[in-house]
């Protein structure tokens, strides 16, 4: 993470298809100077411009993937060449899942960089492998699969912009397991074990933000034992969070289908957060909301 004096480097990477171009258009409209498909090798002359006092201040995002060809595989010598000259930067990776990443090269009929005869997911699992270390290496990782490209572009504006004005923004985000646990979550609860409107036939139809849904779910002895517990955990956490340098945690919560239970106890915890106070930001996303019409 650079430091606040310093020049703000982002460099952003991932799988074809994650959404690094909607990214890219996102930094330029937060003020950064973008470079799009920079050879890694430049990075290191890219980065001494930028040395000199009078850069302090300055903004730039540097866009770098498998378009390439072989000149992306030095990406991972040109990360340690910042390490090794202590320059501050941050590498975002952008991923989604297999069918997500089908899913968009199918409409927009585009050939993955890497398929070979026309096999769009042959070309996806090759990219995984060639790009595993800067996924393990990266700061930032968002999964995209679910989100809108406007989802993206909060996502990344409460990262690298409100983020900057805070010592942490937190998300809350509900989910439901049968559509998978989000790939960019940093703590995850399960919470399948409390009482489940969708077996009351008035409740089913509707979701967690609903009053009476929410009362259903609140108002059990079990419910309020879990969330004194939880929100005392959070209480605990954040501090050291803080404390560590992270400015970006995403607290995940999860039921069967993401439409009852975990939609209510994401938005009752953002409550006990907002009462809490502190240099916080605090946003919410119902990942499953619309997806699931079961519990």
Same mark, same amino acid.
Request: glycine share 8%.
């Given at each position: 993470?650079?430091?606040?004096?310093?020049?703000?480097?982002?460099?952003?990477?991932?799988?074809?298809?994650?959404?690094?171009?909607?990214?890219?258009?996102?930094?330029?409209?937060?003020?950064?100077?973008?470079?799009?498909?920079l050879p890694p090798l430049l990075i290191p002359r890219f980065?001494?411009?930028?040395?000199?006092?009078?850069?302090?201040?300055?903004?730039?995002?540097?866009?770098?993937?498998?378009?390439?060809?072989?000149?992306?595989?030095?990406?991972?010598?040109?990360?340690?060449?910042?390490?090794?000259?202590?320059? #501050?930067? @941050?590498?975002?990776? *952008? %991923?989604?899942?297999? /069918?997500?990443?089908? +899913?968009?090269?199918?409409?927009?009929? !585009?050939?993955?960089?890497? #398929?070979? @005869?026309?096999?769009? *997911? %042959?070309?996806?699992? /090759?990219?995984?492998? +060639?790009?595993?270390?800067?996924?393990? !290496?990266?700061?930032?990782?968002?999964?995209?699969?679910?989100?809108?490209?406007?989802?993206?572009?909060?996502?990344?504006?409460?990262?690298?912009?409100?983020? !900057?004005?805070?010592?942490?923004?937190?998300?809350?985000?509900?989910?439901?397991?049968?559509?998978?646990?989000?790939?960019?979550?940093?703590?995850?609860?399960?919470?399948?074990?409390?009482?489940?409107?969708?077996?009351?036939?008035?409740?089913?139809?509707?979701?967690?933000?609903?009053?009476?849904?929410?009362?259903?779910?609140?108002?059990?002895?079990?419910?309020?034992?879990?969330?004194?517990?939880?929100?005392?955990?959070?209480?605990?956490?954040?501090?050291?969070?803080?404390?560590?340098?992270?400015?970006?945690?995403?607290?995940?919560?999860?039921?069967?289908?993401?439409?009852?239970?975990?939609?209510?106890?994401?938005?009752?915890?953002?409550?006990?957060?907002?009462?809490?106070?502190?240099?916080?930001?605090?946003?919410?996303?119902?990942?499953?909301?619309?997806?699931?019409?079961?519990?």
């Amino acid at each position: 993470m650079a430091a606040r004096d310093e020049m703000d480097m982002v460099v952003i990477t991932g799988l074809s298809g994650a959404g690094k171009t909607q990214a890219i258009r996102c930094f330029e409209d937060l003020g950064y100077f973008c470079v799009d498909n920079l050879p890694p090798l430049l990075i290191p002359r890219f980065a001494d411009l930028f040395k000199p006092h009078d850069r302090e201040g300055e903004k730039v995002a540097l866009v770098m993937d498998i378009r390439g060809g072989r000149f992306f595989e030095g990406l991972s010598e040109a990360l340690d060449y910042l390490d090794n000259e202590n320059f #501050s930067y @941050e590498l975002l990776f *952008l %991923e989604a899942s297999d /069918e997500a990443l089908i +899913r968009r090269f199918k409409e927009t009929r !585009r050939r993955h960089p890497l #398929s070979r @005869e026309g096999s769009i *997911l %042959e070309g996806i699992l /090759e990219e995984r492998k +060639r790009l595993k270390g800067l996924r393990e !290496r990266a700061g930032k990782l968002i999964d995209t699969s679910e989100l809108s490209p406007h989802q993206l572009r909060e996502t990344i504006v409460n990262i690298f912009a409100r983020g !900057r004005n805070t010592k942490l923004t937190i998300t809350l985000m509900s989910f439901g397991f049968k559509h998978g646990i989000p790939l960019d979550a940093d703590l995850v609860i399960d919470v399948r074990f409390l009482p489940n409107p969708h077996y009351v036939e008035v409740l089913s139809p509707r979701t967690g933000k609903d009053e009476e849904v929410r009362d259903y779910v609140l108002n059990s002895s079990v419910t309020k034992e879990f969330l004194r517990r939880y929100t005392e955990l959070l209480r605990f956490l954040i501090p050291y969070y803080v404390k560590e340098g992270k400015s970006y945690l995403v607290v995940a919560v999860g039921c069967t289908g993401g439409q009852h239970r975990s939609v209510a106890l994401a938005e009752e915890i953002r409550n006990f957060l907002e009462k809490e106070g502190g240099p916080h930001q605090i946003n919410i996303q119902h990942r499953d909301i619309k997806r699931a019409k079961t519990d």
